[in-house]
């Protein structure tokens, strides 16, 4: 069996009839970039985040630039951030001529430990940009308590968690601005890029609607020096169709992940993703922790199972970012969770057979010095499973065929 990490093509099979036509009316209007389906899907997207303005963009690195921007971000300014993220959240602080100044995570939630940013404040701190690692809110109310008690602007990087929640509260509407991205593999994906910035602010979404077209409120006029990062139609036209689908999409993603937090319970050496209480974990990404991250990705790799890392090298320690000054030793909860982390398929399709197969397959590497142990445990939950998920999934399923599944 081979299981993908993730899957878009079976994504896209399912909805290609609504998706041809949403782009056949984008030929039919020929509104490319920017125009009417931009619009539409800003004002689906900004009601779906609960904010009164969202601003479409090119990606979602254009995103966090923008909006950094827009509060004026700029030369001589620090922007707190931390050290275990994408790239891009680091970058769009240092292409606004600002500093990344890093705080550590939390070693549960691998998001900003509130308790170390009030420490990293200086005179010139502007910005703090807590991230939504892996589908799951950063602890955003002492966040922005801080933040406000400095007068600082809170930017969430919510590129990894479209439809997360804070106690209650949709991810991206917690701070001045949220910001998004389409990148195809995200939980909303367009068919190209994409992203977009959510606010209440008035002003700023003003702003970031001239900067994304060369500082124009009105064509040819250009008021401030702006850029061109604007969203295009038919990524819009796209993301419209699947907004109405990411409800479910996430649902079937959180099932995935109590599925492998059932399979997966009880084995030494392997940590389970931490879903916090204060909020709605939507799973972009499902990463166990192990020490024996290498030999166990190896071993899944050649059983047909995709796996990745994220992220193998905390931004301080890349050479983009050596010239900050940290090292070793800085930041010792992200150094750690990055040697650690392996995540394992993750989409919203993945079946309970695959499940079940990843499950067994990390089981059985896990348990080499006790296997007869493990394998009695294993046989009564992968029949179990199997019997529930085969009845579940639909009439008439093929039985799982156990016993190929157990050559090794
Ligand atoms: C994907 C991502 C980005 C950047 O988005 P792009 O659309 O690829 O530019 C920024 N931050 C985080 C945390 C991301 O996962």
Redesign the pocket.
Known sequence: MNVPFLDLKGQCAAIRGEIAAAIGRVLDEAAFAGGPFVKRFEEEFGAFCDTRHCVGV???????WTALLAFGIGPGDEVITVPN?????AE?ISFCGARPVFVDVDPATCTMAPALVEQAITARTKAVIP???FGQAADMDPIVAIARKHGLVVIE?A??AHGAQYRGRPAGSLGDAG?F???PG?NLGAYG???AVVTAHDGAAQKMRMFREHGQPKKYFHDLVGWNCRMDGMQAAVLSVKLKFLPAWNEARRENAALYGQLLAGLPDIELPYEAPYGRHVY?IYAIRTHRREALAAALGKRGIATGIHYPVPLHLTGAYRHLGYGPGSFPASERIAGELLSLPMFPELNGQQIDYVAWSVRRFMSVRERGLAMQAESVYVRRRAAERAAADHAGAEAVDREKMMVP
Do not use: P, R
């Open positions: 090119g990606n979602g690195t254009d995103a966090l993220t994408f790239i891009a959240t769009a991230v939504h690692l990087d590129c990894q910001c991205s389409f990148y995200k890029e994409a992203g972009h």
